[in-house]
């Protein structure tokens, strides 16, 4: 992937004895402090009360992998004495600016935060393990906050920082763990959860592992490693799966056809000629050894280089779509979906910032398809569509976004219960600065009705907090049983394969939250043939 697509993705893995150990959350009493303080395997930790739930910031789940522990698996972190501060969020992981304007240059990363209602449940809650998205390269889990979720969804909530980049999925001839670092990490936080979660009122029995863009991705990875056996009991992945993939020119201009996992043959490759780049030379462990060596500044020109998990590893042995496809997989619940108008985070500043022009449409329309664009234009004709922007992002949400999750979840659904949605809101508040055309329910859009994004609450309108409401419902009710139902509200049936019905259509307003034919409604069948 070039500079230019990275920049767009998302500008926008216990035992009884231990967990009598550790402390259940500390209510104040009158005259004590209202700073909640809880015991974990490592150490203490002073959190942050809130009205209605309560936040520790900043835990350590793994050492800092700096120096030569860079490029290494996750190891434990150190105890500490005393109460540890855990009241402001930790560095995010190393990244170019973007989603963070100022970016990142810190290694020492490995943190998770977790936010628990304040109210005494008088049993272990649910608990949801968020893995962030933005292309591999970019975001952070503070800018989560899981406090509507964490309290109307009486849920426990663990956000995680992961390696990121060249830090994350670096590949190299003679590097154990190439490509997968980030995995590993997510992994990592996934064991503390197990180990810890109890003393923060959570269910270390009952954990979900969801994630959006990246992070989706990230978790259906998760669902066919290995070694993230037993690491989870459910699974959400929200516009992200084991078979997205892209054709040229789809998102910007003259980009190349690829997909998101690649063999680690080919990470490693791209692995040597970066460290000739950056002037390492010699034997494998000559070039670790100055790779590590180098300082973070030198690193981060070509961090994007890396965006990509590999398999072929022990961490992925197969690629994961196909793992699936095999019935290799943990067998857990899934929950998984997209939103209605995916591609339209692209496609509303494709040119130079600025929507798509019917020229570049036409162009990239016949260079895209070649001898089969006349078939994909008598699909999508440009006169039904209100601007060619709109044109262009019917077509990659459709094959690109759409049907890829649509698909795996059919796969899925012949071995585990699936229910699939789409988040279809017309006009959901703004993931970023708004672009000349409405882009709809575009990628990230359903972020709001779960967090506020960076310490700001979403500008709902009425309808839009109702259905915000419902969705931490049914996410929260599968997290706490595997089934989207259990909080009332308009019954949601689970997938069925080979039926074209059985996708929920989420969307503010009466009579909005409803099955649909998603299949027939992005094409599927056409896409399935073209490729």
């Known amino acids: 992937m070039t500079s230019r697509r990275r920049r767009a993705l998302l500008a926008l893995a216990g035992t009884a004895g231990l967990l009598a150990c550790l402390s259940p959350l500390a209510v104040a009493q009158p005259g004590e402090t209202s700073e909640p303080i809880v015991t974990t395997e490592y150490g203490k930790v002073r959190g942050t009360a809130h009205e209605n739930a309560t936040v520790f910031q900043g835990i350590p ?12 698996k996750p190891a434990e972190p150190q105890p500490w004495d005393g109460v540890r501060d855990a009241t402001k969020p930790a560095p995010p992981c190393a990244q170019v600016p973007g989603e963070l304007p100022e970016g990142s240059t810190s290694e020492d990363c490995l943190y998770l935060n977790v936010t628990a209602p304040k109210k005494d449940s008088g049993k272990p809650r649910p608990v949801v393990v968020w893995m962030h998205g933005g292309g591999f390269y970019m975001g952070t889990g503070s800018s989560y906050d899981a406090q509507r979720m964490a309290t109307r969804g009486d849920a426990v909530v663990v956000t995680v920082n992961y390696r990121l980049g060249i830090f994350g999925f670096f590949a190299h001839p003679g590097l154990a763990g190439s490509g997968t670092f980030g995995l590993q990490d997510q992994q990592a936080a996934l064991k503390w959860v197990r180990r810890n979660i109890a003393a923060f009122g959570g269910d270390p029995r009952n954990v979900t592992v969801a994630g959006q863009s990246a992070g989706a991705m990230s978790v259906c990875a998760q669902l066919t490693s290995p070694s993230a056996r037993g690491l989870f009991d459910k699974a959400v992945m929200q516009s992200g799966s084991c078979g997205y993939t892209w054709r040229n020119h789809y998102h910007y201009l003259n980009e190349q056809a690829s997909s998101i996992y690649q063999p680690v043959s080919v990470m490693r490759e791209r692995g040597a000629q970066t460290a000739a ?26 961090q994007q280089y890396f965006i990509q998990p590999a398999y072929n590893t022990p961490t992925l042995p197969l690629h994961p779509e196909k793992a699936v496809k095999s019935g290799q997989f943990h067998r857990v619940p899934v929950l998984s979906g997209s939103t209605k108008e995916e591609a339209m985070a692209w496609t509303a500043v494709y040119d130079q910032g600025k929507p798509m022009s019917e020229e570049t449409y036409r162009t990239v329309l016949k260079e895209t398809f070649g001898d089969e664009a006349g078939k994909v234009s008598k699909r999508y004709p440009l006169q039904n569509y209100p601007t060619p922007a709109h044109a262009w992002a019917a077509i990659v949400t459709d094959d690109s976004w759409s049907c890829t999750q649509y698909r795996v979840s059919q796969e899925l659904a012949q071995h ?22 409405p882009t709809g329910a575009q990628h990230a859009s359903e972020l709001w009705s779960f967090f506020d994004l960076g310490g700001v609450a979403p500008p709902f309108t ?19 049983s595997g089934d989207p139902n259990g909080k009332g509200g308009v019954p949601w049936p689970r997938m069925r394969p080979g ?3 059985g996708t929920q259509q989420l969307a503010p307003g009466d009579g909005e939250i409803r099955q649909i034919d998603f299949a027939e409604a992005h094409q599927c069948s056409f896409w399935s043939h073209l490729r």
């Open 416 to 437: 585990v219960p699936v229910h699939h949605y789409e988040f279809a809101d017309p006009a959901p508040p703004p993931v970023g600065p708004e672009p000349e055309i």
């Open 499 to 501: 039926q074209s019905a």
């Open 462 to 480: 009425a309808d839009q907090e109702k259905l915000s409401e419902q969705m931490i419902d049914y996410w929260t009710s599968f997290a706490a």
């Open 277 to 302: 780049q950056l002037g390492c030379e010699g034997d494998t462990q000559d070039v670790l050894r100055c790779l590590r060596d180098l300082p973070v500044d030198k690193l981060m020109p070509v």
């Open 61 to 72: 789940y793994a050492a800092a992998p700096t120096g030569d522990r860079r490029w290494r």
